[in-house]
């Protein structure tokens, strides 16, 4: 599961921890930089669960998107940029998380 890297800091991160924690769901966590057709790049904060099953509670509590490092990534390159496409749109909620005021524009 995808979200934009400055709503997954200071008590957010908190949150999904806790949540992940009561639940048992294993995960670790990965960075990768979003690039929409316009030019404009963010950096993301990849949640990975072991399979679907375990991603859909977290997607179900906090929102997100599915990725897939396989299809998304540039074919599957570790290092590989996310290339999004249509139009980008900044994200400052999801689910319970809030981008923190310090963090907005």
Not at 7 to 20: D, K, P, R, S, Y
Not at 48 to 76: I, Y
């Amino acid at each position: 599961m995808a979200l934009p890297d400055n709503i997954c800091c200071m008590h957010n991160l908190t949150l999904i921890m806790e949540f992940c924690g009561k639940r048992g769901l294993i995960h670790l966590t990965r960075h990768v930089t979003a690039v929409w057709p316009n030019g404009k790049q963010e950096h993301y904060r990849l949640h990975c669960f072991a399979d679907l099953a375990s991603a859909e509670p977290f997607k179900d509590h906090f929102g997100g998107v599915m990725f897939d490092p396989k299809r998304d990534r540039e074919n599957g390159r570790a290092r590989g940029a996310w290339h999004r496409k249509g139009e980008y749109k900044r994200i400052l909620e999801s689910g319970p998380l809030r981008v923190p005021e310090i963090l907005r524009d």
